[in-house]
Structures are given as C-alpha cells and as structure tokens.
C-alpha cells in the first residue's frame, strides 16, 4: 500500500466508448502525475499537475483528457482511444521532491 | 531521443552474489537520480536516491554510484536474494523553478532474475 489508490485495475473498452481513470492520493502531496507504460518501452510521462494546476503535457493526443478537481484525485477521461492505446497507466504524487509514489495502475485494453 | 538508458534489458545473477544494474544518461541537467522496483501487475516502488551532489547512497543491501563526469549510474544489490527478482528502472530529474514538482524520466528497465 503506496497512499496512492487507482481504480479501476483492469478496463477493456471499445473504440467509440468514453471512460474515466480514477487515481486518489492519501499523503498530502501536492503534485500528482499520469504515466503511460508500453510493452518494452519506458515509462513514459503524460501529465503533471502542481497545486491543481497542470504544468506539463508532453504531446499527448486530445483523446486523453485529464482533469485534477482538488490535490487528492486526478482523473484521465478517455474517449476514441485507438488499440495502440492499450497500455498500464499510472498515477503518481509527490510533495515538492522529486520521489514520487505510484499507484498500482490501471491495464487498459481498447479494442 | 532516450534521456534515460538501461542497456540491458535483463540480468541473470545467482543467489548471494552481487547484482548491479547499470544506467546511462544524457541529459546534463538532471541532478537527481532514483531507482524504483516493479512486480508484475504492480507499480512501481521506490528503493533508493542519489543527488548529483553525491557519488555515493547507501541503504541496506542497496548501494547507488554516481559518476555525474561518465553520466553514469549503478545499483549494487548484495547479496541478491530471490526476493530481488524484478523489473528495476532508473530515473532522473531536473530541478523545478520556483518549486513543486516536476516528472521523472524513466529508462526501460532492467529485468533481474536471481537463481537459486
């Protein structure tokens, strides 16, 4: 048990559908994160929300949509996802150090 | 690009002996460094830090070498144990103006693997 909960842990969705990642923090952190992790590649970084407030986005397709309603819960709303964008997701908070604490993921498969 | 480099993909090492895992980068800002432990169908879990103002962290079994000229670091596990087996990523960062918090960049992993 990390403080870092997400939910739900296995998502399967079709092209066409519109579903939501649930990520909730229980440490005090203020900064908060999503990962995408591929088969054989990096981690890689998505979004990075400081004080609620986003400060990175690298590149990511507007189909990823996320949203940080307070310091605790981030969400990842997904619509028209393509099979490419299976994948684990996975959240992450921190406080102001660059240790992050992460999140069991989520495993996404679109088909 | 890749900023973060794990080289080997896995690493085999017998129970008791000393696993070290090794990683590259190229980015000359980053000045701090992690390892994080990864179980399938887990996330990751911290294990042990290193800033750039250091060459050296100690933790347990778990030793971290920095060698900022090299831009190279290394994980020490010993004595490996078969609880060790996983998937090990480095990472790095670069300071945040005005504080917060910014992202890390990962390597892929290295897949350790200790025999009986």
């Known amino acids: 048990e990390t403080g870092v909960t997400q939910t739900p842990r296995h998502l399967v969705m079709g092209m066409t559908n519109k579903k939501s990642l649930k990520c909730e923090q229980h440490?005090?952190?203020?900064?908060m994160y999503w990962y995408k992790q591929s088969a054989k590649k990096p981690l890689e970084l998505m979004f990075v929300y400081n004080f609620k407030e986003q400060t990175e986005n690298n590149s990511v397709p507007s189909r990823f949509s996320p949203e940080c309603p307070n310091s605790s819960h981030l969400f990842l709303h997904l619509h028209t996802l393509q099979p490419e964008d299976s994948a684990l997701y996975l959240c992450?908070?921190?406080?102001?150090?660059?240790?992050?604490?992460f999140g069991q993921g989520t495993r996404l498969t679109v088909v | 690009d890749q900023q973060v480099k794990q080289n080997s993909p896995s690493l085999s090492v017998q129970e008791g002996r000393i696993s070290i895992l090794n990683c590259d980068y190229t980015?000359?800002?980053?000045?701090?460094f992690l390892w994080y432990k990864k179980y399938p169908a887990e996330g990751p879990t911290f294990l042990i830090s290193?800033?750039?103002?250091?060459d050296k962290n100690e933790d347990g079994r778990f030793t971290v070498f920095l060698n900022k000229s090299a831009k190279h670091l290394s994980l020490h596990i010993v004595p490996s144990q078969p609880g060790d087996s996983a998937v090990y990523f480095c990472?790095?960062?670069?300071?945040?103006?005005?504080?917060?918090?910014?992202?890390?960049?990962f390597g892929k992993g290295t897949h350790l693997i200790i025999q009986p």
């Open positions: 992450a908070s921190s406080q102001q150090t660059t240790r992050a604490f």
């Open positions: 980015n000359s800002m980053f000045d701090y």
């Open positions: 990472a790095a960062t670069t300071p945040r103006a005005g504080g917060g918090a910014d992202g890390l960049t």
């Open positions: 290193i800033s750039s103002i250091k």
């Open positions: 440490l005090g952190h203020n900064a």
